[in-house]
């Protein structure tokens, strides 16, 4: 198989998918002709013409609500919102009609559509080009909300986003698109929105991250097993909203400790969700607090000072050594 960093991946995920299915149609800020900020659709305009990859005007409430009727009239469309920071301006089409069709017409009506945005910090950008904030969409029903945290599972989970009858908000971690490469196959392959995946087996405490937090946790895990022995299980999420807690809440009981990692701001984050689970169903296992190793509630500083907000492996294995001595 070959070696691909997360920017390859999802180029190849939306050109397999456009050669199999002529419904599918790609529309963003620079998508065509400069092939994305980040280059995710190079090539792609060359290869269908600008009928299916479509450069639209600096207007996201207008590209996301030119996607909800292409979706309405059968195709589907993958939007793609040039930073996650600039996607506040689609939400009233988001929220008001994407999740709400199918109930408003009872199910005769869905909204197959994507709407994919880079988000996160780490990457020394300006204002509005940093956030995490995927709680609010994962908070409105009739929306998925799905963050891969790998090269393969972007390509798996975007091809599962773009098959879905319903829409589908796909963060992508732009901190890892060209931070590291892993075998993908060229050959189909998907990944159910949903259901979260085994990172790291371990048997002393478990560790809940997604996105572009699934690294330092992973380096925090390594670092702890070298030096202390200590084995952490990794579950990565994968997909915020609709969440899978089956996993994570069977780890918990087999190593009775947790902590739960993401950039985004602590108060009403996804990780206040996971421990609400862990309560829910895992209580009576728990040996200690759970940690949480989060961003600040605050706006994301500038580059200056962004790797002090930033979960790094210091803050994410002190919090791991301090629940374990609890």
């Known amino acids: 198989m070959p070696k691909m960093n997360m920017v390859q991946a999802i180029n ?118 940093s956030e995490s904030r995927e709680v609010y969409w994962a908070h409105t029903p009739g929306l998925k909300m799905v963050i891969p945290s790998t090269p393969r599972t972007a390509r798996a989970l975007l091809v599962s986003a773009i098959r879905d009858p319903d829409p589908v908000v796909f963060y992508e971690p732009k901190a890892v698109y060209r931070a590291f490469r892993e075998e993908v196959p060229e050959e189909e392959e998907t990944f159910p929105i949903g259901k979260s995946r085994l990172a790291l087996e371990g048997k002393d405490i478990t560790v809940i991250s997604y996105g572009a937090m699934l690294r330092p946790t992973l380096e925090a895990a390594s ?33 009775g400790r947790a902590v739960v990692v993401h950039e985004a701001p602590r108060s009403f984050g996804a990780g206040a969700e996971v421990v609400a689970r862990l309560v829910d169903k895992s209580f009576l296992y728990l040996e200690a607090p759970v940690r949480r190793v989060t961003g600040f509630d605050l706006v994301i500083p500038y580059y200056q000072r962004e790797q002090d907000y930033l979960p790094g492996v210091f803050r994410i294995a002190t919090a791991i050594r301090e629940t374990l001595e609890f």
Request: negative net charge; aromatic residues 6%; hydrophobic residues 40%.
């Open 12 to 129: 190849m995920a939306l050109r397999q998918e456009m050669e199999k299915d002529d419904s599918v149609i790609l529309l963003g800020e620079d998508v065509g002709r400069d092939g994305g900020v980040f280059r995710v659709t190079d090539g792609l305009l060359d290869k269908f013409g600008p009928e299916r990859v479509v450069d639209t005007p600096l207007a996201e409430s207008a590209i996301a609500g030119f996607s909800i009727g292409m979706a309405i009239a059968g195709l589907r469309p993958v939007c793609e919102m040039q930073f996650s920071g600039f996607s506040y301006f689609a939400f009233h089409q988001m929220e008001s009609h994407a999740s709400r069709m199918r109930q408003r017409t009872l199910g005769r009506v869905g909204v197959p559509m994507v709407m994919r945005a880079p988000y996160g910090g780490g990457v020394r950008a300006l204002e509005h080009h």
């Open 223 to 255: 670092e702890l097993k070298d030096k202390e022995g200590i084995e952490c299980e990794v579950v990565d999420l994968l997909t915020i909203s609709p969440l899978d807690d089956k996993l994570f809440t069977e780890s918990v009981r087999k190593t």
